[in-house]
């Protein structure tokens, strides 16, 4: 190679250049598209730790100055007097929740076992838009619906209806008359996280093998009897997943529950009374929270607290759920 | 002989009485949504008039007098679409890459699992976080700090959900493009992106209508302002926003506006999800079957 002649060396290198760097400059380019996106994909896991971080940080000042017992099990909330009990908060958020998901859990289970075993393929195709739509209409018109259509309704009805049979059963005694409170924020948020529910339930139900049904079937077994005992049992953990997944999401709701549940800061007694859940608090009083000391501190605290709490759940479910779907494709 | 005949009913009663459950849990469902369409156009619709969206409030306009909410239109259509323009940003790049080279192993099951955690993350609490992150960089409550933050809401869910139709795209047209001698860069950018333009477009208007629907999280960072945004460093208002503080006044007429700008709103986010579906029929001609 080294003895030919140079004119020769220059033609044949001319012709040579083009095509090798073509291609090593389209996997240069490759591997430094690759390097880009491993980054960027690297975000989200990034981001969820950063955000936890940074709550950490900012309610450190309250979290140092008190006992966790005391802010957790604390039952005053006087920022001036420098009071910080969480706990009315933290039981409006849990009341408002499981009001919402016992409200929603049975009608979802039901419409989702509907669709996937009974429905024809045209009520199929008809339900997934409208569960869509529910899904897409924004927390802020849910609130205002609630305001005009759910608070009179307990206001109207149910209270009435509980005052005069169910009165003297603990949950469900009427102290206050105004439909502002957990029962309307529940059924606010039960309509809310049906879509998620039923979507993620429609999932799980449909990773069981349609030889099971039909061996059930075969032998005599009505559909119900083969959902009860060849479908149901297969899919209960994906069937607790997508509850957990529900309330984690009825958890963080803001300006729909806020705007129906009264927001008195006191440990309800009864599904009528008034609430104030943590995403409440920290939205009504985001205003105030640099004027007072330690408050801000407080709100960022309460939003880690339910940050945690979320954390928790969602990633049980998604794990239980992540397992139940690759089910299906493998 | 006549205790079989008598549980061979009762099943089959029980069998018609749970159809008829789910029926009406269906009926229970679908017709919520109706009832509140329903409630929002018949509060809504009488208060809708052209003055409120083509002015903005006008003094004394949270008392009852004259004015409209063309600042929070205008104000959520920039904000979301800013944030979606952000998101998309990061997100097409993750789920590109959680196709080509990640597929189902280890780190894609991770980072799908962080897509889904964050999406679980309320906004309110991407809010606060939003939040401490302008106190820590000096940013006031403006247009930019709500666009940051909306893409933080945005991103799992368009990503998630760009990645559930990428995923299912069929392996033969990525080997038969790798097999020509195409990067994985290539592919991605010239054979997925355009095959799934669709399931993309989908995916983008989803986390458009989202952002646009979301209060919680721009509260504490995209501030309000009666004027119409004219820089990404002022506050802005929100459509959201708008009908939570207009409810908030004791006027009637003013809460009248409310429950209008909320038919507004369910208007813009009813016709993005429609028109998702319409785009993402129309472009599915264009992709091989």
């Known amino acids: 190679m080294n003895e030919l002649n140079p004119s020769a060396i220059t033609i044949e290198s001319e012709g040579r250049d083009?095509?090798?760097?073509?291609?090593?400059?389209?996997s240069r380019r490759d591997r430094s598209a690759r390097r880009v996106f491993s980054v960027i994909t690297l975000l989200p896991i990034f981001l969820i730790v950063v955000i936890t971080l940074a709550l950490v940080a900012r309610s450190w000042p309250i979290l140092s100055a008190y006992p966790l017992k005391d802010l957790i099990l604390?039952?005053?909330?006087?920022?001036?007097?420098?009071?910080?009990?969480?706990?009315?908060?933290?039981?409006?958020?849990?009341?408002?929740?499981?009001?919402?998901v016992l409200l929603a859990v049975p009608p979802c289970i039901l419409v989702a076992i509907y669709l996937t075993e009974y429905a024809h393929s045209l009520t199929r195709s008809t339900a997934k838009p409208i569960l869509d739509l529910l899904a897409a209409i924004p927390p802020v018109?849910?609130?205002?619906?609630?305001?005009?259509?759910?608070?009179?309704?307990?206001?109207?009805?149910?209270?009435?209806?509980?005052?005069?049979?169910?009165?003297?059963?603990?949950?469900?005694?009427?102290?206050?008359?105004?439909?502002?409170?957990?029962?309307?924020?529940?059924?606010?948020?039960?309509?809310?996280?049906?879509?998620?529910?039923?979507?993620?339930?429609?999932?799980?139900?449909?990773t069981v093998p349609n030889d099971l049904r039909h061996a059930s079937l075969a032998v005599g077994a009505t559909r119900w009897q083969t959902i009860r005992s060849v479908v149901l049992p297969q899919v209960m953990p994906g069937i607790v997943a997508a509850v957990v997944l529900g309330a984690s999401r009825a958890l963080g709701e803001t300006i729909a529950v806020l705007m129906v549940v009264g927001n008195v800061a006191k440990v309800p007694t009864s599904i009528f009374d008034a609430a104030y859940p943590l995403p409440a608090l920290i939205a009504n009083n985001y205003g105030d929270m640099m004027s007072i000391p330690l408050y801000d501190a407080a709100l960022l605290c309460a939003a880690l607290v339910l940050l945690v709490v979320i954390l928790i759940f969602n990633i049980l479910s998604t794990l239980v759920l992540q397992r139940m779907l690759e089910r299906k494709w493998a | 002989m006549g205790m079989k005949k008598n549980r061979w009913q009762r099943r089959h009663l029980v069998e018609a009485f749970m159809q008829l459950l789910m029926r009406l849990s269906l009926v229970v469902v679908a017709g919520s949504l109706g009832l509140i369409l329903w409630t929002i156009i018949v509060r809504g619709l009488p208060a809708l008039t052209w003055d409120m969206i083509t002015q903005s409030p006008k003094g004394g306009f949270y008392m009852g007098k004259g004015g409209g909410v063309l600042n929070a239109i205008l104000g959520s259509l920039y904000l979301a679409g800013g944030?979606?323009?952000?998101?998309?940003?990061?997100?097409?790049?993750?789920?590109?890459?959680?196709?080509?080279?990640?597929?189902?192993?280890?780190?894609?099951?991770?980072?799908?699992?962080?897509?889904?955690?964050?999406?679980?993350?309320?906004?309110?609490?991407?809010?606060?976080?939003?939040?401490?992150?302008?106190?820590?960089?000096?940013?006031?409550?403006?247009?930019?700090?709500?666009?940051?933050?909306?893409?933080?809401v945005e991103l799992p869910i368009m990503t998630r959900a760009m990645d559930e139709v990428i995923r299912r795209m069929p392996a033969d047209l990525e080997q038969a493009a790798l097999a020509l001698g195409s990067t994985r860069f290539e592919v991605a950018l010239r054979v997925i992106t355009r095959q799934m333009l669709p399931g993309i477009v989908t995916a983008v208007l989803l986390a458009f209508g989202r952002g646009i629907g979301d209060a919680a999280s721009v509260l504490f960072t995209a501030g309000y302002t009666d004027r119409i945004p004219t820089s990404l460093m002022r506050p802005t208002a929100s459509l959201?926003?708008?009908?939570?503080?207009?409810?908030?006044?004791?006027?009637?007429?003013?809460?009248?506006?409310?429950?209008?700008?909320?038919?507004?709103?369910?208007?813009?986010?009813?016709l993005v999800s429609f028109g998702s579906r319409w785009i993402s029929g129309y472009l599915n001609k264009y992709t091989i079957k």
């Open chain 1, 74 to 100: 604390g039952n005053i909330w006087k920022p001036d007097d420098k009071l910080f009990g969480f706990w009315p908060f933290i039981m409006g958020t849990f009341w408002v929740t499981i009001v919402g």
């Open chain 2, 83 to 152: 944030g979606t323009l952000l998101a998309l940003i990061f997100s097409l790049p993750i789920a590109l890459y959680l196709k080509t080279y990640l597929g189902d192993s280890k780190w894609g099951r991770y980072v799908r699992l962080s897509l889904d955690v964050l999406w679980g993350i309320p906004s309110i609490v991407y809010g606060a976080f939003g939040f401490t992150l302008m106190l820590a960089i000096g940013l006031r409550a403006s247009l930019l700090a709500g666009i940051i933050v909306l893409a933080l």
């Open chain 1, 141 to 206: 018109v849910y609130g205002v619906w609630g305001l005009l259509a759910i608070v009179p309704f307990v206001d109207q009805v149910l209270a009435p209806f509980s005052e005069r049979w169910l009165n003297n059963i603990p949950l469900f005694t009427v102290n206050q008359p105004t439909g502002f409170g957990i029962l309307a924020g529940g059924i606010v948020l039960a309509v809310m996280i049906a879509p998620l529910i039923v979507s993620v339930l429609y999932e799980i139900f449909t």
């Open chain 1, 18 to 26: 083009d095509r090798p760097s073509v291609a090593s400059q389209r």
């Open chain 2, 240 to 270: 959201p926003l708008a009908v939570f503080f207009q409810l908030g006044t004791p006027y009637p007429e003013v809460q009248q506006r409310g429950y209008a700008s909320a038919l507004l709103l369910t208007i813009i986010v009813l």
